[in-house]
């Protein structure tokens, strides 16, 4: 099922879709010291092997954000490096992980997994804490950025200004990346002109992402159909903030 969709001199990039929500795991290698990082797992049990299988040491689990659908396969290998942004924990998230990031919103540092350096930037707006990987030919932008268009911001811990505000900071990055290197995201959901592609390149998405055309107008910001909706997650997300202002 997993499939790799990038090989460059340093690394090896694996992709699968997991689950019932259409989540997109992805796998970095090191090709020099054959350690690995999963990057919201949806079974613990599927990379184990897979890793296993092909002698690679899974080291390190990211979250780009502690959703269930991208943090479920956490609980199997807590015996890893399991990495977080710590304004997770304003959405109610208490682990299991045991590595933070702390950097300040649309701002990165430099996270090492093996002989690589791959960019963590924090991108809140989906959820507080949410992280975007930059580095070695991919963006992996979790729910930040899809293929099309952008993550809601009406669940528990989401905040529209934020996200836009995460928006233009990645867009300006990858206005500095080569136009080939591969935008992979947290869900496999079809474009608008019915294609559906699991990764697309960066020009791609400069070009024609719904979110990113409409940064630079108050009214096309505001008109975007997909950053709330009513639904059964928008109703809880209602309970949950209710309930936090009166505790």
Not at 37 to 46: G, K, N, T
Not at 146 to 159: E, I, K, P, S, V
Request: hydrophobic fraction near 35%; proline fraction near 4%.
């Amino acid at each position: 099922m997993a499939e790799c969709i990038l090989e460059t001199k340093k690394m090896l990039v694996y992709q699968a879709q997991l689950g019932d929500w259409d989540n997109l795991n992805h796998l970095l290698v090191c090709k020099k010291t054959n350690k690995a990082a999963i990057i919201d797992p949806f079974f613990s049990d599927y990379w184990i092997n897979f890793c296993k299988s092909n002698k690679w040491n899974l080291e390190q689990v990211w979250l780009t954000h502690s959703h269930w659908d991208h943090s479920k396969g956490v609980e199997g290998l807590q015996d890893r490096e399991v990495w977080v942004h710590k304004d997770e924990s304003k959405r109610g998230w208490d682990g299991p992980s045991n590595q933070i990031w702390s950097n300040d919103p649309c701002t990165s540092i430099l996270h090492r997994l093996g002989d690589l350096e791959i960019e963590a930037h924090c991108t809140p707006g989906h959820t507080p804490g949410h992280m975007t990987f930059i580095g070695e030919g991919v963006v992996v932008s979790g729910d930040c950025i899809f293929l099309g268009r952008c993550g809601r911001t009406d669940l528990f811990g989401g905040d529209i200004d934020a996200q836009r505000k995460s928006l233009i900071h990645l867009r300006a990055r990858l206005m500095e990346l080569p136009s080939d290197w591969l935008v992979l995201p947290g869900h496999h959901y079809q474009l608008l002109d019915g294609t559906n592609p699991t990764f697309l390149p960066v020009e791609k998405i400069l070009a024609d992402n719904e979110a990113l055309n409409a940064l630079d107008s108050d009214e096309a910001w505001e008109s975007l159909d997909f950053l709330a909706f009513d639904d059964s997650m928008a109703e809880k997300a209602r309970r949950e903030r209710s309930r936090a202002h009166q505790s």
